[in-house]
């Protein structure tokens, strides 16, 4: 194992993959920079002066209490001056989104374990072929589903409800998850299954007490990889919430921001980050999961 | 006397029958009833947002829930034999349901109304398509998309496999994994705030606030506007999804040079291979399936991509790609017969895939 790691060239190696990793880190900490500067001196200075010329650094935490307030606020800057701007009621479509994540990540693993269960331990005519249904379904493009769906949802009066936009979450999750899940499923052991079946508990019991619990795993890689496709998405969202201010989601909102504030940096900057911030605290603290499940195999529609 | 009794008997019976049945129904009657009130004041009401959002995910997730335990309700009264038959549907009914309205059956509807007008009441057989293979801006999507399919699969697979191999020899593994596998993170539109700052352009003598510009002049460059350069522009977008992407690869890279055996790479170096014949002649070829599945997602991605695009230049200085044109066909023509048959072209893109993905899973015998 050691002459494995043989360490040769370790200057040029370890030179190589530092300049990398700040190609890949440099574009997002010069947001987050500026996403605490001064909105008079981002316009007009680099963030990275913050570093060279310390003393004009100007901190300040004034670009979030804006971007997240629902109200007009006055802002008072380092000089004493005072400014009254509107807010951009990110709070509101933080909530949205969470509204829309939970249940857009539940659903779908929940009705996805159900058939996984049905299709790896179950027998009944079809089963071969709809099983063929779901694989072919793994790389559809959702784009070939918006129009009919549009449609049905107009009718159905459902465009711009969460409940409209959870359902396409599921239909658009579900070839995925059920072919995660059987593979975790159907690995479980035999004797388990059928050992509870003949201590006379039903299949449906099985599914609750032993499945579930016995799936974690296989679970919490899903619920990351939803989670993190749910909360990041943007065409879903502006197909089938449109432009509801109410139910508007964060990725819709900072669409909007750079649509009317391109060139207000300090306030994209924060908004920015607050998109950022709870998927990438999910991603750190879950890694070892989503790593599992990317392992697994994943393609998706 | 006797006949009296069987006669009450028999009333008693159908009373506690009929007393079933209406149970049986009443139940999922109002549960449905219950379902319905609450997503009608979900819909309507003007509760604070908090209060919303909790009512709503309780609703979502525990109404599904609750249809599960009631359908398994409705099965269990049934007699054994059907009990027996019915049971798997009620297992993987509600997926199929699910599937087939939100991606098989539209994949037929929307092949059926790409041969129809835009507001889809008159027949025009062929002509969108012939509008989508004639049409200028049509023709520079496709340019640009197959710039996204060779320039972002190749990137994002190369840049992740040599970062693999590079960790896999570095005392920073870890660290410098996590900062690469980072932006995955973040959404299209997030990195897409970030890397707008990145290229943003200020006219020459002002001081740059754009980190590539900032370089660019610093070594004695003129400042340019980066996403107005055709076709160039076009590259600088893919490297947003280059830099999202890579940790994916990566990652996956890494876990299948890990396996690798160890004796191979002995034998290569008892040989007398450098360290980098050994990657060319050994780890490479090694790991050459894995290099075309993580290829093949990359490119399933970059042939849909639709985000990158709108949230940057919304499709001007010609960076339009297929999916953004059939966005715009939806929503700002309203032409949803050009808009099915811009999606009709994507699927037929992606069949290639599809057949490779079920030929793999016709091979592995797993399924009995």
């Known amino acids: 194992m050691k002459k494995r790691k043989q360490r040769v060239n370790s200057f040029m190696v370890n030179g190589l993959l530092l300049f990398l990793c700040l190609v890949w880190t440099v574009p997002t900490f010069g947001l987050l920079m500026t996403s605490f500067r001064d909105r008079d001196v981002v316009s007009k200075t680099g963030w990275w002066t913050v570093f060279t010329r310390p003393d004009q650094a100007e901190l300040t935490l004034d670009n979030y209490e804006q971007v997240l307030s629902g109200k007009t606020i006055t802002l008072v800057d380092s000089k004493g001056n005072q400014q009254t701007v509107k807010g951009d009621n990110l709070t509101r479509a933080f909530l949205n989104s969470l509204t829309v994540s939970i249940p857009a990540v539940v659903i779908p693993i929940l009705i996805a374990s159900f058939a996984a269960y049905g299709f790896a331990w179950m027998d009944f005519p079809g089963r071969k072929v709809f099983f063929i249904l779901v694989v072919a379904l793994l790389v559809v493009p959702l784009q070939i589903s918006l129009i009919p769906l549009l449609r049905d949802y107009g009718r159905l009066e459902l465009t711009g409800t969460f409940l409209a936009i959870w359902l396409a979450h599921t239909g658009f999750g579900l070839p995925l998850s059920v072919y995660l899940m059987y593979n975790y499923i159907s690995q479980l052991p035999r004797s388990i299954i059928e050992s509870a079946i003949i201590d006379g508990c039903s299949h449906f019991g099985v599914f609750w007490k032993l499945i579930l619990p016995l799936s974690v795993p296989a679970i919490a890689s899903l619920a990351i990889f939803q989670f993190l496709w749910v909360w990041n998405d943007l065409l879903v969202a502006l197909v089938f919430i449109g432009s509801k201010p109410g139910v508007e989601v964060l990725t819709q909102r900072l669409l909007y921001l750079i649509g009317s504030r391109g060139q207000d940096w300090h306030l994209l900057c924060a908004g920015a980050f607050i998109s950022m911030a709870l998927p990438l605290m999910v991603f750190i603290s879950l890694q070892r999961y989503f790593v599992r499940g990317l392992l697994a195999g994943s393609v998706k529609g | ?368």
């Not at chain 2, 979502?60 to 609750?66: E, I, S």
């Not at chain 2, 943003?200 to 660019?216: C, M, R, S, T, V």
Request: hydrophobic share 55%; proline share 3%; with cysteine.
């Open chain 2, 1 to 368: 006397m006797t006949q009296e009794r069987t006669e009450d008997r028999l009333l008693q019976k159908a009373l506690v029958g009929v007393g079933r049945l209406f149970f049986t129904l009443f139940v999922p009657v109002t549960a449905f009833f219950i379902f319905f009130k609450i997503f009608i004041f979900l819909r309507d009401g003007n509760a604070p947002q908090l209060v919303m959002t909790l009512i709503a995910i309780v609703w979502g997730v525990g109404g599904v829930a609750a249809l599960y335990f009631l359908g398994y309700w409705l099965i269990s009264k049934l007699s054994g034999k059907w009990n027996k038959s019915l049971l798997p549907y009620l297992f993987v009914g509600p997926a199929l349901v699910i599937l087939a309205w939100y991606l098989f059956i539209p994949t037929l509807r929307s092949l059926y109304l790409s041969f129809f007008n835009d507001t889809s009441m008159e027949f025009v057989g062929l002509a969108n398509f012939l509008y989508c293979f004639t049409d200028e801006d049509m023709l520079i999507s496709y340019r640009n998309n197959l710039i996204w399919l060779i320039v972002g699969t190749s990137f994002a697979s190369g840049f992740g496999l040599l970062i693999a191999i590079l960790a896999d020899r570095s005392k920073f593994e870890k660290i410098s994994k996590i900062l690469i596998f980072l932006p995955m993170a973040i959404s299209f539109v997030g990195a897409g705030v970030i890397w707008r700052f990145v290229y943003e352009y200020k006219p020459a003598g002002e001081d740059q606030i754009g980190l590539l510009n900032a370089i660019y002049t610093a070594f004695g460059g003129t400042p340019q506007a980066w996403l107005m350069i055709q076709p160039w522009n076009t590259v600088f977008l893919v490297f947003i999804m280059v830099w999202m992407w890579t940790g994916y690869a990566m990652v996956i890279y890494s876990a299948a040079i890990k396996g690798v055996p160890v004796s191979l790479i002995e034998a290569g170096r008892v040989d007398g291979a450098g360290e980098i014949r050994i990657i060319a002649a050994i780890t490479i070829p090694y790991i050459k399936g894995t290099i075309i599945a993580v290829s093949t997602t990359i490119l399933i991605i970059t042939l849909k991509i639709f985000d990158i695009v709108y949230t940057m230049t919304g499709g001007l200085f010609d960076t339009d790609v297929v999916a953004s044109m059939q966005y715009k066909q939806m929503f700002a023509q309203h032409d949803f017969g050009m808009g099915s048959a811009i999606a009709v072209l994507l699927f037929i893109a992606i069949i290639p895939v599809m057949y490779l993905n079920l030929r793999q899973f016709g091979q592995q015998e797993g399924f009995k």
